[in-house]
């Protein structure tokens, strides 16, 4: 049964930095691309970056320069280090991962591609 579980996040001024981590257990971790999503209250559920099994990246246009995705295929966690946060960078922060190995569509930003999701964790930045 494949869990992750998110941690790091905080309340944090703006310009600050904040480092989120996704501990994953229940399968073999390098074998996956993972991302990370975030969601506003009364928004959707967004795309923020995503990480291939051997290391490619892509981040959201409004992220990207800002935020670094990363992993630990030895301590199984997924990162993302988040600098010069602004107050719009707020909501609930959620690693998710998909449910094939090696997924030649692990660029796709969609939230329908991934099966797997952690609880969430809160980042709040203020003004």
């Known amino acids: 049964q494949v869990q992750l579980v998110e941690s790091g996040g905080g309340l944090v001024q703006a310009g600050g930095s904040l480092k989120l981590s996704c501990a994953a257990s229940g399968r073999a971790f390098s074998r996956y691309h993972m991302g990370w999503f975030r969601q506003a209250p009364g928004k959707e559920r967004e795309f923020v970056a995503a990480?291939?099994?051997?290391?490619?990246?892509i981040y959201a246009d409004l992220v990207k320069d800002r935020f670094t995705i990363s992993r630990d295929n030895i301590k199984n966690t997924l990162y993302l280090q988040m600098n010069s946060l602004k107050p719009e960078d707020t909501a609930v922060y959620y690693c998710?991962?998909?449910?094939?190995?090696?997924?030649?569509?692990?660029?796709?930003?969609?939230?329908?591609?991934?099966?797997?999701w952690g609880q969430g964790t809160q980042v709040t930045v203020s003004s």
């Open positions: 990480i291939a099994w051997a290391g490619g990246t």
């Open positions: 998710a991962a998909p449910r094939d190995s090696y997924d030649t569509t692990w660029r796709s930003v969609s939230p329908a591609q991934y099966a797997y």
